[in-house]
């Protein structure tokens, strides 16, 4: 928690509300996408941010195409600027904010290869002390009858006993 107070306040020196705004986002969609994984590495999220740093930054860099959680990673910081575009990072200053969350996951993560540091942090932390995100997110993302690669199954809730009375009528 403190390292991650620190670097909230860091972004906040830099990029003012908007740096923080989309560090912010950055955060809410890595735990709506990892929560109920077991199998997410850090190293998947610093491709995701480098992905976006990509497509957000002045110079086209052509590159492979973009793993599975960096296009959902793109696909909500585009919805959240159309929606918002005075409260978030723009591509003005977002590469810079993306590099210093980039060294931030990676040093927070540490060498190993196969880490989840960050993630298991991040998962923890937002469980922790902001439970009314888990509610919101899991209210969010209830599965309907078709299930996506990367979404958990949910079976639906058992239906209620029924009780044998007058008003039955399936004798």
Known sequence: ?????DFYRELEEIGSEKAVALFNLVEVVIFSYFQGRRDGQDAE?????????RTL?????????????????????DAFKKQNPQQIADTSSA????????????????????SQRFLGGLVGYVRAYHPEIVEHLTKQHEPGHIILPGQQFMPSPAPAPHTHGPECHHH
């Open 1 to 5: 928690m403190p390292v991650r107070r």
């Open 45 to 53: 999220v610093v491709a995701a941010l480098q992905a976006l740093r």
């Open 95 to 114: 590469p810079e904010i993306l590099d210093r969350a980039i060294a931030f996951v990676a040093r927070f993560s540490g060498t190993d290869l196969q």
């Open 57 to 77: 930054s002045p110079l086209h860099i052509p590159a492979a195409p973009m793993p599975v959680f960096a296009e959902r990673l793109k696909k909500e910081y």
